[in-house]
């Protein structure tokens, strides 16, 4: 668990280097600021480490908000990091601006080649939302431009690189224009803003989006805490699938995924298949703002995404590796 006495801390990513350390990125903010709410115009990306995705130590900021007057001066949120062809580590991440109060998210990028000191691409972000598709920013349709949580991914036939985004549709009831957002890059720098990967289907947006194949299945994973009128369900963690990691997504049939106590959790890979972690969000009716344990899950084509029993290594056995 990733739990900071001093921060609040809540969506995650993952990467892992090449002497099998797993690095934690994560939106942190000072429990000083006493409302959670406050914490999102308050956030940075937080780093830390780990041999076993349970005990972290922490590192440095990865990246905090930019010097004024800069488009992502108010707050720096979720992303994700990739290892380029180059064998350099990009980070993905949304920004946010003081010039707009905060109310027009826009995706930039960070470069390492270490994966410890980051360094902004350029001075402006690396994409923004694009009306021929996408809402931007009309507070009597929804209280902010959605253009956030980059999840990027290469194709699977080598042809560049996809990245999906939480996004509205520019039409339709607005509780219900929360689509997949998608762009496409040839090299990681230069991308170009393609139509949604899924339609409009009574989610207000579709948070920190995932895609990963589990049990030869490929999956979309997000989370979202606004419904249209009449799909509330009391869950908020919800998958769909599709033949092929590209899509199109079915977001219509998505089904809940029974782990009430996490937001925005990842699919990240173990030694026996794949585990969620996420941060846990509420207890006892109070803020926690800490990131869980994995939990071990597997697919099934009756149950959808189910927990399953993690693997018990007998007393004195050798576990390989």
Do not use: K
């Not at 999102?40 to 990246?63: E, F, K, N, P, Q």
């Not at 579709?206 to 369900?233: K, M």
């Amino acid at each position: 668990m990733l739990s900071l006495p001093d921060h609040w801390v809540w969506d995650s990513w993952y990467a892992q280097d090449d002497a099998g350390r797993w690095h934690a990125f994560f939106l942190r903010a000072s429990r000083a600021l006493l409302d959670p709410h406050r914490r999102h115009r308050r956030a940075s990306i937080g780093h830390a480490v780990s041999t076993d995705l349970r005990s972290w130590r922490l590192l440095a900021d990865a990246l905090v908000p930019a010097d004024q007057p800069a488009w992502d001066d108010l707050a720096t949120w979720t992303g994700c990091t990739v290892r380029g062809p180059d064998r350099r580590w990009y980070l993905f991440y949304t920004g946010v601006g003081r010039a707009e109060d905060g109310l027009v998210q826009r995706i930039g990028l960070a470069v390492s080649d270490d994966l410890l000191t980051w360094h902004r691409h350029g001075d402006g972000p690396l994409l923004e939302a694009d009306p021929t598709w996408y809402e931007l920013l009309d507070r009597e349709m929804w209280y902010e431009q959605a253009w956030r949580d980059p999840w990027v991914f290469p194709d699977p036939d080598g042809h560049g690189w996809h990245m999906l985004i939480t996004a509205r549709a520019n039409q339709g009831p607005a509780d219900a224009r929360g689509v997949v957002g998608h762009a496409t890059s040839p090299d990681l720098l230069n991308w170009t803003v393609q139509a949604p990967l899924s339609a409009p289907a009574g989610f207000g947006h579709l948070e920190v989006p995932q895609i990963a194949v589990v049990d030869g299945q490929p999956l979309l994973l997000f989370c979202t805490n606004a419904f249209a009128a009449g799909r509330e369900s009391g869950h908020r963690l919800w998958v769909t699938t599709s033949p092929t990691v590209r899509g199109p997504w079915d977001v219509a049939s998505a089904r809940p995924v029974a782990q009430p106590h996490l937001y925005a959790p990842r699919l990240v890979p173990d030694a026996d298949g794949w585990s969620l972690i996420g941060f846990v969000e509420h207890a006892d009716g109070e803020f926690v703002g800490e990131i869980s344990d994995p939990i071990p899950v597997r697919y099934e084509r009756t149950g959808g995404l189910v927990a399953r029993a993690p693997t018990v290594v007998p007393a004195g056995a050798h576990h390989p590796g």
